[in-house]
């Protein structure tokens, strides 16, 4: 079992930077690659980000890449979304999930575990 907390949401000016952090507990968290999904009103959920379980792989949503940075501390049990140059396309609901596959997914089904989510908002 994972449990994933996720916190940093919040309501900001486009332009502006976020960091949106993810508390995992469990005993295979070391072990599990950590992701970033988002869910705006009326869309379908979409990945953002994605990071092994070691750190050294990452992925990106066309969308973000350039922009947002993963990166987690496994020391801390933390994964953390760096979000800079936020545009009102960003605002949605932020989810951390975990996945056995370690290398990391862009597909949401193969996370097994999910926070509750952190709603962003970004004003134009």
């Known amino acids: 079992q994972v449990q994933l907390v996720e916190s940093g949401g919040g309501l900001v000016q486009a332009g502006a930077s976020l960091r949106l952090s993810c508390s995992a507990s469990g005993r295979t968290v070391s072990s599990v690659s950590l992701g970033w999904f988002r869910q705006a009103p009326g869309k379908e959920r979409e990945f953002v980000s994605a990071v092994s379980w070691n750190g050294g792989v990452t992925h990106y949503a066309d969308s973000v890449k350039g922009r947002f940075t993963i990166s987690r501390d496994n020391d801390k049990n933390i994964v953390f979304l760096q979000m800079n140059s936020l545009n009102a396309e960003d605002t949605a609901v932020y989810y951390c999930?975990?996945?056995?596959?370690?290398?990391?997914?862009?597909?949401?089904?193969?996370?097994?575990?999910w926070g509750q989510g952190t709603q962003v908002t970004v004003s134009s």
């Open positions: 999930a975990a996945s056995g596959y370690g290398l990391g997914t862009r597909n949401g089904p193969e996370y097994e575990y």
